[in-house]
């Protein structure tokens, strides 16, 4: 009836197979893997990071032009994971989200209404045949007023989760494992030790060591909440204090 195991179930978004799954949502999640790069979270004490391998595919390209992380509000940051382009569209009605809800209920939108709000997006492509699946798992990231540093991920299906620390993309369970090992009494991470934990999880991960300029950083702190990409120069003094530590 068709090429591969779908067996003409893939061929539609709306309809279940007889086992019951949803085959076009299956292949989103495979694309967000066949982009090539692996993003890693990790939530602190009183910070969150986030990294993911920055590739310029071409050298005649601007780098500073290539980026998956992407401010929402000034407190409110998004790392995609998977197609860029669909990232784009979905940050950009994240924006107008959360400047909506600024204006209605005069405060910055809460990091949790956020993941909700994209999680519930995502649902909403997987019921109606007009739309296909973003290819896009987007971690959300910022300081809660009440509950402090959080991190949650929304992948294509409609899911979000708050998370410890977690991973999305290429090698995501090798990165997942390591990091359950490294969470695994609940340490309270200093702001430091967020950051070269999430850079050193992506290192041992992918077996190989970063120059500054080829993984992207993104964090918030609680003392301060506007999220920040850090610099190469930043990213240079964690690589340094990584290798020093190791």
């Not at 990790?42 to 290539?66: E, Y």
């Not at 909506?100 to 209920?105: A, G, I, L, S, T």
């Not at 969470?183 to 050193?200: I, L, R």
Request: one cysteine or more; hydrophobic letters at 40%; proline letters at 4%.
């Amino acid at each position: 009836m068709s090429r591969g195991s779908g067996g003409g179930y893939d061929r539609h978004i709306t309809i279940f197979s007889p086992e019951g799954r949803l085959f076009q949502v299956e292949y989103a999640f495979k694309a967000v893997k066949a982009a090539g790069v692996t993003s890693i979270g990790v939530r602190g004490k009183d910070s969150v990071c986030v990294v993911t391998q920055k590739k310029v595919p071409d050298k005649l390209l601007d780098p500073t032009s290539v980026t998956h992380l992407f401010p929402v509000t000034k407190f409110l940051g998004l790392l995609a994971t998977g197609t860029t382009a669909d990232a784009r569209t979905l940050v950009q009605q994240a924006r107008n989200e959360a400047a909506e809800f600024r204006f209605k209920y005069g405060y910055e939108m809460p990091v949790d209404v956020l993941a909700r709000w994209i999680a519930d997006k995502s649902q909403v492509y997987t019921q109606h045949a007009y739309m296909r699946p973003l290819g896009v798992v987007a971690m959300v990231l910022g300081i809660d007023d009440e509950n402090g540093p959080r991190l949650f991920k929304c992948d294509p299906a409609g899911h979000f989760f708050g998370h410890k620390a977690t991973s999305a993309g290429l090698k995501e369970q090798e990165a997942i494992n390591f990091l359950e090992k490294k969470m695994k009494n609940d340490p309270e991470f200093s702001y430091e030790e967020t950051v070269q934990t999430a850079v050193s999880a992506l290192q041992s991960v992918l077996q190989e060591d970063f120059k500054a300029n080829e993984i992207e950083v993104g964090v918030v702190r609680k003392d301060k909440p506007a999220f920040h990409v850090l610099s190469t120069e930043e990213i240079d003094d964690h690589l340094t204090a990584i290798s020093e530590r190791d």
